[in-house]
């Protein structure tokens, strides 16, 4: 089965409308345990990289070093990450191969960046205006290259909100309610923009895209709505998901149905929803420590619960009870979540350093 392509949030900017329809840009890949929880032993020791833990079933890959991640994604060879030296030092763009070793930086920003997202040939990050003068989207090649001096586009709206990409077009919500979309594997800068026209469009916390679907959340009327992921809707997006007491986030699609997170102070409940002719249905609830969501050949989500760092796993179309056994758990902030089609990938920090996880779906 074609696989769907990716979900990230964290960014956004402005822009006019207009009608146009997106060129046939080639899609890629983009950007779930056993009867024993995870254990503690791979964080927080940065001599165990690339080794596994006790049951066999994954450990620590790489670490950033006194540092806390900001953003991560996965593409099908390595882990890449944005993150920031403890006590308010330097931010880099680093990456690892999945199969563990040595992190390398591929950048050392001047200036905070926002999110992150993979398309085929490029990472991208964003920097909001908001906190510099230099914001707007950047990037460098995924194997390495001269860092960037400046932004590859300008973001001309502050606010930057949600985030996502498959290997043809990275797409950027903006605070208004609308969509930019870029093209950044051929150069061709900005593409188009979507500009919804349901009142009020509010703005977008989280994107998603499938193989045929664009689907973003709003913070008015805190609901979801969709266009084809090929299209520059000039009527306006179609609703998904009718709105929530508040605004649905963490937006995740497979195997036909989309999921997201609605968070609140005291925890988070996950949802899912068949398609847009269907009823939203509760899935389960994520405690006050709730960090990510992520959907992959299984539900994932990870929280703070007592002090500890737990991921938990639920298959797709069966009870969920909040209270599932832990698929990892040890004493670390566990965020972050990613997944492909045999592991699941997560940042888990001790405090000092910042520690790759990978570990093996049930």
Known sequence: MKRQ??????????????????????DGHLNEASS???TSSDVGLSSDVGTVTSDGLGGTICSASNASIIDMAIDATDVFWLSVKRGGGAFTLEKCSKGGGPPSTMATL???????????????????????????????????????????????????????????????????GNIEIYVPDND???????????PPP?????????????????????????????????????????????????????????????????????YTQRGANSQATFVTDASAGFTSLAVRDGIFWAA???????????????????????FWQGNARVSHLAVDDSDVYFAAGDGVDTHIVRRKKP
């Open 202 to 270: 509010g703005s977008i916390p989280s994107i998603f895209v499938s193989d045929t679907t664009l689907y973003w959340s709003r913070k008015a009327p805190s609901d979801i709505v969709t266009v084809p992921s090929h299209a520059i809707h000039v009527n306006g997006p179609d609703p998904f998901a009718g709105a929530h007491p508040t605004t649905p986030s963490f937006l995740w699609f497979d195997n036909g149905s989309l999921y997201w997170a609605v968070v609140t102070p005291s925890g988070a409940r996950i």
């Open 110 to 176: 001047s200036v905070e960046p926002r999110a992150l997202v993979l398309s085929k040939d490029y990472a991208l990050w964003s920097v909001d205006r908001a906190r510099n003068e230099s914001g707007g989207l950047w990037r460098i090649p995924k194997g390495g290259g001269t860092p960037p001096s400046e932004p590859w586009a300008s973001l001309d709206h502050a606010g930057a909100l949600a985030f996502a990409a498959d290997t043809g077009r990275v797409y950027i919500g903006m605070p208004a």
């Open 188 to 198: 061709v800068g900005r593409w188009g923009t979507l500009a919804p026209s349901f």
């Open 5 to 26: 392509r990716t979900a990230l949030a964290v960014l956004g900017v402005g822009a006019a409308a207009c009608g146009t329809i997106l060129g046939d840009i080639p």
């Open 36 to 38: 024993d929880a995870g």
């Open 304 to 326: 703070t619960e007592g002090g500890v760092g737990v991921v938990r796993h639920c298959a797709e179309n069966a009870p969920c009870p909040a209270d599932a056994k832990p």
